[in-house]
């Protein structure tokens, strides 16, 4: 690791004294135009740092979500069945009605019946507020 940083330092440490001397040839040269100095300094700069960026590993990130543990005793309390617990994960992902109905493989009509309970059981009116409750009071994850 520690040669491998001394190796790039070293590169740049070249690279510039390269650059250095060409800009006094330039100098003492006049038939070299300064464009042409700029433009072989901006390639080999450019060149340098695409060689130097492509050996950099950048670290992996992995992101962890804190493990929540779904409150059974909150649960038992309001009495919210497995189906209507099932209807709520769904209504949180995002489903409508008809989606949660085929999903589940009931009616519209029986998805209809366990909003309304949930609705009275977690004191609500409103889905939103349904899950926006449910995950404060982690029924839901």
């Known amino acids: 690791m520690v040669v491998k940083t001394a190796l790039r330092f070293g590169l740049i440490i070249i690279a510039l004294l390269i650059l250095f001397q060409l800009s006094n040839a330039s100098l003492f040269i006049p038939d070299i135009p300064a464009d042409a100095v700029i433009g072989l ?15 950099i590993k950048k ?3 992995i992101e962890v979500k804190p493990t929540l543990v779904k409150d059974e005793e909150k649960i038992k309390s309001l009495r919210i ?6 209807v709520l994960q769904l209504i949180s992902d995002g489903l409508s009605n008809q989606e949660i109905g085929e999903k589940l493989f009931i009616s519209e009509s029986t998805i209809k019946t366990h909003v309304s309970n949930l609705f009275v059981k ?7 507020q349904a899950v926006i409750r449910a995950k404060e009071w982690r029924i839901i994850v």
Do not use: F, H, M
């Not at 300094?41 to 050996?55: F, M």
């Not at 069945?81 to 099932?86: K, P, Q, T, V, W």
């Open 81 to 86: 069945s497995a189906r209507e617990l099932e």
């Open 122 to 128: 977690l004191d609500v009116k409103r889905r939103t």
């Open 41 to 55: 300094t901006a390639v080999v700069l450019i060149a340098l740092g695409i060689y130097l960026g492509g050996n």
């Open 59 to 61: 670290p992996k990130v």
